[in-house]
């Protein structure tokens, strides 16, 4: 896809798991870091996790420990899995893609957005 693709949202109970999915084209995936922001209700779209071309990973603190990016460079796709879900991860997730160059964690540099997908965790 020119854009990328995102999907797997949905409701668990906390504690639980869920895995989203980002499909892009060939020539974006292998060239273009892959990321991923979500946004919350009344709260402005912030950086979750960022993989660039040579599979090095990026994960905000809040994150760290719980949620896990692969890049998975046969199927031009990157999973994030998330595991102990809490009430506060609930957001809309969005995967991005922008070239290499600058800062990854940014949300201006990038160029390229999915729709989104809602992840929401009950308590």
């Known amino acids: 896809q020119v854009q990328p693709v995102e999907s797997g949202g949905g409701l668990v109970q906390a504690g639980g798991s869920l895995r989203l999915s980002c499909a892009a084209s060939a020539r974006i995936f292998r060239t273009y870091v892959m990321g991923w922001f979500r946004q919350a209700p009344g709260k402005e779209r912030e950086f979750v996790a960022a993989?660039?071309?040579?599979?090095?990973?990026y994960l905000t603190d809040s994150v760290k420990g719980r949620f896990t990016l692969s890049r998975d460079n046969a199927r031009n796709a990157v999973f994030l899995q998330m595991i102990s879900l809490k009430p506060e991860d609930t957001a809309v997730y969005y995967c991005?893609?922008?070239?290499?160059?600058?800062?990854?964690?940014?949300?201006?540099?990038?160029?390229?957005w999915g729709q989104g997908t809602q992840v929401t965790v009950s308590s």
């Open positions: 991005a893609a922008k070239y290499y160059s600058g800062p990854y964690s940014q949300l201006t540099a990038y160029g390229y």
């Open positions: 993989s660039d071309p040579g599979g090095s990973t």
